[in-house]
């Protein structure tokens, strides 16, 4: 029951992360923060698969996950697998968001709830896609605060960065995907002590 219990949450979380990334942001050209917004970046200046250059980013802090926080490294190695896959599966879906959708900020503040709530049902299960996620969990843990709360900020330097690199993308709503994701994953994690210690973190 355990075992199917995290691969559901796995598999929705992925999904979910997924649809906001490629229904909301890619047809806006707009930005999220760790390796997926990096990953963006990638994909917006040389075309390259979001889900593989994911990949690719997450592998050297899964390492370091493996020497230090060995739990991690298994709670978020088929997180990270699996979500890389299904982003790339649903990337044609990037066609239906442009056609449908014509307000950028809405399409912002609406792909990052959706993506927080991905990486939030995960992150409150002790699981993480890895990339920069994993990397704010462990920070997180030594620091004893909100993993939410870290990957906001290191989401927010990554976006402000990013729009610097890539002329084209709009750093205001940009912004706005991250807070909104930042808020949706901290209260999915711990609705009642958002901006107070992460116990959960401890016990990890």
Known sequence: MFFFY???????????????LNVFLVPFGLMEGGALGISLVFH?????????TFLIISAPIFMLAWVYFRRFFYNGIH?????????????PLHHL??????????????GGIVIGMGIGIMLRAD??????????QMIAKKLHIN??????LLDALIVVVGSLL????????????VIFVGITASFIV???????????????
């Open 127 to 136: 699981i993480s896609i890895g990339g920069i996620d994993l990397l704010a």
């Open 6 to 20: 995290k691969t559901m949450t796995i598999f929705i979380g992925s999904i979910l992360i997924a649809i906001g």
């Open 97 to 110: 968001g442009g056609e449908t959708l014509t307000t950028p900020l809405v399409s912002a503040a609406i």
């Open 166 to 177: 890539v002329h084209s993308i709009y750093l205001i709503y940009s912004i706005t995907t």
């Open 44 to 52: 917006y200046l040389f075309g390259t698969k979001v889900g593989l």
């Open 190 to 204: 711990d609705p009642k002590n958002i901006l107070r210690p992460n116990k959960k973190s401890d016990q990890v």
């Open 147 to 152: 993993a939410g709360i870290m990957i906001f």
């Open 79 to 91: 997180g990270m697998l699996l979500s890389s896959i299904i982003i790339d599966f649903f990337y």
